[in-house]
C-alpha cells in the first residue's frame, strides 16, 4: 500500500490539466490510493487549490440503501450520500449547497454551485428507471453539459460515469418525440421503465464509452499511488455516444430496448 500526500495529490491533478475555473465533477474511492495522508479531506483540498476561487467543485451525493423508498425518506440535509468518504466528507464542508433530488443530487461549491444546484427537476421532466426528476432538462447533470464540466475518476474506471444515465434520458426522449402517431408513442412509453416499476431502458454500457473515449485519445490518465485517475470532458463524451448510439443501435443497445427501439422507429 502506498502512501499519499497532498502534493501527491496536486501534482496528479495537474498532470489531468485540472486548471483554475474548471468545473469537475468528481466520482471516486479513497481506499484506491492506499493511505492518503490527512484522509478525505486531502483529497478536496487538493481539488479545491487546482480549480481555484474561479473553478467550482461538484460531487455526486446519490442515494442507493433502501433506494425503492428514496422519495418517501429523502431529506437533503440529512440523507448522507452513498457514493463513498470522499463525496460524504465534501457534502458536510461549509458552504457546500445540494441539490434537492431523492435520487441523484449533486453537492457543489464554487461560483458555479447555486446555478448548478438549483431547480432539480422543476421543468423539462424526462422518465425513467429513477423517476421523472434526476436528469431533467433542469438537472445539475444537464448544466453540466452546457457548462463543459470535467468529469473526473478518482480510483475508479467508468462504470460509475452517473453522467451516462443523462445520455440514456436523452436518447430515450429524442426517440419518443419521433413516434409521431399518438397511439404508437402511448404504447412506446407504457413499455418504459419508470420508478419502481419495471420495463425496458436503453442502458448503455458505460465501460464501452470509457474505451470509444480511449480509442480516439480523448481520455486523461495518471496514477496517485494506487489509483489510476481518469478525465474526460462532458460534452465530448455526451456528444461523441449519443451521435454513436443514434447511427448504429445495434452495437449498443440490448434485448428487449433494442427490439424496442425497432419496432417503434420513425
Not at 41 to 55: E, F, M, R
Amino acid at each position: 500500500m502506498q502512501t499519499v500526500t497532498y502534493d501527491d495529490l496536486v501534482a496528479a491533478f495537474r498532470k489531468l490539466d485540472i486548471v483554475s475555473g474548471d468545473i469537475v465533477i468528481v466520482h471516486s474511492s479513497l481506499k484506491s490510493f492506499g493511505q492518503v495522508i490527512g484522509g478525505a479531506d486531502s483529497v478536496i483540498d487538493a481539488l479545491q487549490i487546482c480549480v481555484g476561487k474561479a473553478g467550482t467543485l461538484v460531487f455526486p451525493t446519490l442515494v442507493q440503501r433502501n433506494f425503492e423508498r428514496a422519495y418517501e425518506t429523502w431529506d437533503k440535509e440529512k440523507s448522507p450520500s452513498d457514493v463513498g468518504l470522499i463525496s460524504e466528507t465534501f457534502r458536510l464542508r461549509p458552504g457546500v449547497l445540494r441539490s434537492d433530488q431523492a435520487t441523484h443530487s449533486v453537492a457543489a461549491l464554487g461560483p458555479a454551485a447555486a446555478e448548478l444546484v438549483a431547480d432539480h427537476g422543476a421543468y423539462g421532466l424526462r422518465d425513467g428507471p429513477f423517476g421523472h426528476t434526476p436528469f431533467a432538462w433542469a438537472s445539475p447533470w444537464q448544466k453540466l453539459y452546457f457548462c463543459r464540466a470535467k468529469l473526473l475518476f478518482l480510483g475508479v474506471t467508468m462504470l460509475y460515469n452517473t453522467f451516462k444515465h443523462l445520455i440514456e434520458h436523452r436518447l430515450t426522449e429524442y426517440w419518443v418525440e419521433r413516434i409521431f402517431d399518438p397511439e404508437h408513442r402511448a404504447a412506446a412509453l407504457a413499455e418504459l421503465a419508470r420508478f419502481n416499476h419495471p420495463g425496458v431502458w436503453p442502458w448503455i454500457g458505460a465501460e464501452q464509452i470509457e474505451r470509444m473515449l480511449e480509442e480516439r485519445d480523448l481520455l486523461s490518465r495518471t496514477i496517485c499511488g494506487d489509483a489510476r485517475l481518469t478525465l474526460c470532458r462532458a460534452d465530448v463524451c455526451f456528444d461523441l455516444t449519443f451521435a454513436a448510439v443514434l447511427a448504429h443501435p445495434e452495437d449498443w443497445l440490448k434485448e428487449p430496448a433494442l427490439d424496442w427501439w425497432q419496432r417503434y422507429r420513425a
